[in-house]
């Protein structure tokens, strides 16, 4: 299938313009938008959202029954009083090589026609505009771009037909159609989701709200995922409305006692053991807790208040007590619609990209981090995820080459602006990749405090028996991690971040008090030589237990660990274009170590770290090392 290459999105409510690079760097199949409250990172969720290539749009749920009112709210926000334009999210695509002429060839086979190139062709672009007059909606427009070729009847002396690109070129739209169903469908999973009506009623009628529209197509994916070409609307409702078209004022009450009420009984039967496998397994497999004899239990009646209108509704059960899902706590419920939603969706057969905004903000930390777990499971089977956050908890570092920071340009932090847009200045929502954005914009650390928090102080805890080596600080940690893991995964021991040479104080009595084997190495520079006999002299630590960096190598006299990074700086220049300052560096080696991609150093400074830690194994060793019996 052609790989999704970015979003730009144009006049989209507070969005003037933004890209948004998919695949810039390297298959990408999670993107994560990070930025404050207001930064407009559910604005970019709902632009993806109205993006469709002819699939059912998660967009049409958003604007359910209001069409028109939810059209005109896409205008930009201080244009509405006489908006003239459009408003459009385009796609842009990459062939592989040679895939383009596959698709000429099955259309061409289809049609028993030859279809040729006429250029080379490998990248399109999918453009859905909404256009406006004076704040009026007019119409909506998919144009697609970038296909070209060229066609003939096969066997007739005829000159080939250049393809017009129109609406009345019948054998490009076929090619368009064939590409189409190719290409990703985009699902949004909005907020209001949590809010699961305690009864769903899975017909159409007048003045159907939003929620109740989203959760009756979410219930028309789980029957249609059971196979055997069950379907809603054919195996349930028309079922029912074969008897409701007699217009008998009996009718509900006949086909409660029919034989064909026992049909529909049995698809939510089979609905309901779908949605107790899934949904309780992965509820298992996420949070990682076993949920003994729990259920999920799927009913269905006629509303009578409602015109015999059908419903169902959801509950848990243990056998014993039941609770309908609607009462529980609002992490309860927005997780439960979160594995309903996603269970089924990626049962469909077709590469879906899915769209969550803040998703378990309503969960406690734990279950945010074991979420990571779950999106990655999502994407497996080719399906790509794009999530917004604002918490340390769900930062994968392993996502991070892809991630994206959000901000409003119109508001100044730094300055004091008010996030919460109490002025009237116009929004300029713009998505900058994570890399670019620390390269560019140091100073605004408080857009990627998130990433921050999760890789550079969260303080690795003390776990196992050691030994430990005790290192200045958190980039020296991650430093000697990486090189631990790269080249001695199977060795034993724990490295320990401090906070400076002379933050030691109040830990090391810990260790000793622990019996704790522990080494403590230093710079060897002017501070670390004199926090090293402080340690000795107060009595703190015995000589034998403090160390710097020439005790490792005459070599490395007067040297800081940093300094043996100094070969890698250029990788640390190209992850952010061009920037190498200290900050970079410990971002660059908390992403190393938490990601754990090979090569990320460069072989001169991975020797560098590997004689450190041959060296503490030495002083170490439970033989001829410090702590053996003199």
Request: proline share 3%; aromatic share 10%; glycine share 6%.
């Amino acid at each position: 299938m052609p790989t999704l290459k970015r979003f730009v999105i144009k006049n989209f409510k507070g969005i003037q313009e933004a890209h948004l690079n998919i695949d810039a760097r390297k298959k990408a199949d999670v993107v994560t938008l990070i930025g404050l409250n207001e930064s407009g990172k559910t604005t970019v969720l709902e632009a993806l959202s109205h993006f469709s290539t002819g699939d059912r749009t998660i967009a049409d749920l958003v604007g359910a029954q209001k069409t028109l009112e939810h059209l005109l709210s896409l205008i930009p926000i201080d244009q509405r009083a006489a908006f003239t334009g459009s408003v459009s999210v385009q796609a842009d695509f990459e062939f592989a090589s040679g895939e383009f002429e596959k698709y000429l060839k099955k259309v061409g086979s289809e049609l028993e026609m030859d279809l040729a190139l006429t250029r080379s062709i490998d990248a399109f672009t999918v453009r859905k505009e909404y256009k406006f007059k004076d704040s009026s909606f007019s119409n909506t427009t998919n144009y697609w771009t970038g296909i070209e070729f060229k066609y003939k009847e096969i066997g007739k002396k005829k000159k080939f037909t250049q393809t017009s690109g129109g609406s009345r070129d019948v054998v490009w739209l076929r090619v368009v159609d064939v590409i189409e169903k190719d290409l990703y469908e985009i699902l949004y999973f909005p907020t209001f989701i949590v809010d699961m009506p305690s009864r769903i009623y899975i017909s159409e009628h007048l003045n159907e709200t939003q929620i109740n529209l989203y959760y009756r197509t979410v219930i028309g994916d789980v029957i249609a995922s059971l196979g055997g070409g069950l379907n809603l609307d054919k195996h349930v409702i028309e079922r029912i409305n074969s008897y409701r078209d007699v217009k008998n004022l009996t009718w509900a009450q006949e086909f409660l006692t029919s034989p064909e009420r026992k049909t529909v009984d049995a698809v939510f039967q089979k609905a309901q053991q779908a949605v107790s496998r899934e949904v309780i397994g992965s509820w298992e497999k996420v949070l990682k807790n076993h949920v003994k004899s729990r259920s999920v239990k799927v009913e269905w009646g006629l509303d009578p208040a409602k015109d015999n209108a059908p419903f169902v509704s959801f509950a848990i059960t243990d056998g014993h007590s039941e609770f309908s899902i609607h009462e529980r706590s609002l992490g309860f419920r927005w997780f439960f619609s979160y594995l309903l939603f996603t269970s089924f969706r990626s049962k469909s057969g077709k590469k879906t990209l899915f769209l969550f905004d803040e998703p378990a903000a309503n969960l406690h930390a734990k279950a945010q981090t074991q979420l990571l777990d779950s999106i990655a499971r999502i994407v497996e089977g080719g399906n790509k995820v794009i999530y917004s956050t604002h918490s340390p908890h769900l930062i994968n570092p392993a996502w991070l080459s892809d991630a994206v920071i959000v901000e409003n340009k119109a508001v100044d932090l730094e300055a004091g602006d008010d996030i919460f847009l109490m002025d009237v200045k116009p929004t300029d929502i713009k998505a900058t990749g994570y890399g670019k954005f620390v390269s560019e914009y140091p100073a605004k650390q408080t857009y990627f405090q998130p990433v921050w928090e999760k890789l550079l102080y969260e303080t690795p805890p003390l776990i196992g028996s050691g030994p430990f080596l005790c290192v200045e600080g958190i980039s020296d940690f991650h430093f000697l991690s990486y090189i631990k893991k790269e080249l001695l995964p199977e060795v034993d021991i724990s490295i320990v971040p401090g906070v400076g040479a002379g933050g030691f104080s109040a830990t090391l009595p810990s260790l000793y008090g622990m019996g704790a084997k522990f080494v403590l190495l230093l710079d060897d520079d002017d501070k670390g030589r004199s926090e090293k006999e402080r340690y000795i002299s107060e009595g703190i630590i015995a000589k034998d237990y403090v160390y710097t960096l020439r005790d490792v190598s005459t070599s490395k006299g007067g040297m800081k660990l940093e300094n043996l990074l100094e070969p890698s700086l250029k990788n640390v220049r190209e992850r952010f274009e061009g920037k190498s300052s200290k900050k970079h560096l410990a971002m660059f080696l908390a992403e190393a170590n938490a990601t754990q991609v090979s090569g990320m150093l460069s072989e001169e400074t991975m020797e560098h770290g590997l004689e450190i830690l041959q060296w503490f194994l030495s002083v170490s060793d439970g033989d001829n090392g410090i702590w053996s019996p003199k």
